[in-house]
Structure formats: structure tokens, C-alpha cells
């Protein structure tokens, strides 16, 4: 587990509060129900494991709490999906777009929004207990990633799961980062950003049961391009079969997807 540069929580807070996530997957005016549509055609279509790995239908009639909610792409499709969403962003920025986002797609009554550190969430959000608790690519960018795990406790039952993603240490990415090609975030200066081996994983996961761990994506678009909206692949992955890359993207994914509940 590395890259925490000695940042508090407020530094986390002012870097995202900045250039919240994915703010720039559209060109639209933002707030708008056309920018909307664009971040989310975008997101899925870099990233399209995400629905897959949250399964947004399953939790119709559920309770779904997610944690770092960004700009709330993961949030509205829960929500239209049918859930009962309690989403929860460290960044007043990215919340303000996320609760403009609830009002265009007319879900507010479906998505209750919390300003908090996930770190001392039970000081900030009531603490029910949840069908899902979720929270993809937010809890390596905290300073004390264990803190928010024994907090998540607290809003599951026995019957409740958790689906999380952590960046990967053995993974392209991660290579990339460390021989100084590439950077944790579309941004630079990124004050935390672990990643983790599997091993690593499971024992942050102390009190839970890992049901099951996976790894996925690898981002195969050439940078200065990809900033334009125009989706060439890198030479040394367009030469590849599709099988082979997906092996890849199995092997030595940046994204490692995680489903546990409590142990019993």
C-alpha cells in the first residue's frame, strides 16, 4: 500500500473540490441534462465494467449507500434503477453537481446526499443498515483507508454486501506510474492514491468475508487524443486480439473489484 504524500484530510478535500471526477467527460454546458448523458455515455464506455461489477437492476426496492459518490453517474443509475440511494462525497463540488444531476433526471426523492469524511462517516450519516454498501475508486484517496472500512460496518446486516474497487499494485497502470509514464489521476499532483496486492486487500478487509476479488481495466486510448474525444487505441494495443487484451486486463487490471459481506 503506497503514494499517501503525508496529506490530511482537507488537502484530499481541496484536490478534488478542484477538478471534481469526470467532470470534463463532456463538452456541454455542465448541469444539463445533454452534459449528463455525455459523462455517462463516456464513463461506461471507457469503463464498461462498471455496470457489470454494480449491478444496478439487482437492487431495485433496495438500500444502497455509496460512498464518494463523485458527480453521481453510479448514483442516478442506482437510483433509476429503483433503489433507495443514500450517497455520501468528502467534495461540496462534486455534490453540488451530483444533487443538480438528482434534479434534472427528477430523482431527487430517491437519493439523499451527506457531505462527510468517509473516515468518520457514523458522526455524519445515520446509521442504518443497507442492502448494498458500494464505493468504487474512493477509498485508496482517503489518508486512513482501514478507518473507513470499520465505519462501512456499521451500515451493514448479515445479509448486506459490500462491492468495492481499490487500484491494483500489480497491474499496467501501476507499472506505467512507477517507470514515470503515466499518473494516478487525469490530474496531476494527487495527494493519496494506495494501491493495493490482493493480499493487502484482504487484510484491510479485517471482519469481512471476500466472496470475491477480481481484476479489471486497462486504459487503452491514446492519451492526447482520448482529451479531444477521439478514441485511437495505443499501437501496442491495437495490435493485440481482443482475447488477448481482456486476458491482460484480467492479469494486470487497475481496477480491483471486491464483493464481501460481514463474516459470520
Known sequence: MELSLGSNI?????YWNARPCNIRHSTQPVGTKEYFDEVERRKYFVEPHIPEFAQFARWRGMRVLEIGCGIGTDTINFARAGASVTAVDLSDESLKIAKRRAKVFGLENKIDFFQANAEELTSHVPTHKYDLVYSFGVIHHTPNP???????????????????????????????????????????????????????????????????????????????????????????????????????????????????????
Open 10 to 14: 482537507q488537502t484530499v478535500q481541496a
Open 146 to 264: 482501514q478507518r473507513v472500512i470499520v465505519q462501512i460496518q456499521h451500515y451493514m446486516a448479515p445479509s448486506s454486501e459490500l462491492r468495492i474497487m481499490l487500484y491494483a499494485k500489480h497491474s499496467w497502470k501501476n507499472i506505467m506510474i512507477e517507470a514515470g509514464f503515466d499518473q494516478p489521476e487525469a490530474q496531476t499532483g494527487c495527494p493519496v492514491a494506495f494501491t493495493f496486492t490482493r493480499d493487502e486487500a484482504a487484510n484491510l478487509l479485517e471482519g469481512f468475508e471476500i466472496m470475491e476479488i477480481r481484476q479489471d481495466h486497462i486504459f487503452p486510448f491514446i492519451i492526447e487524443k482520448y482529451i479531444k474525444y477521439e478514441y485511437e487505441i495505443a499501437p501496442w494495443f491495437s495490435a493485440m486480439p481482443k482475447e488477448m487484451f481482456e486476458a491482460l486486463e484480467k492479469s494486470l487490471g487497475w481496477h480491483m473489484l471486491i464483493t464481501a459481506r460481514l463474516a459470520r
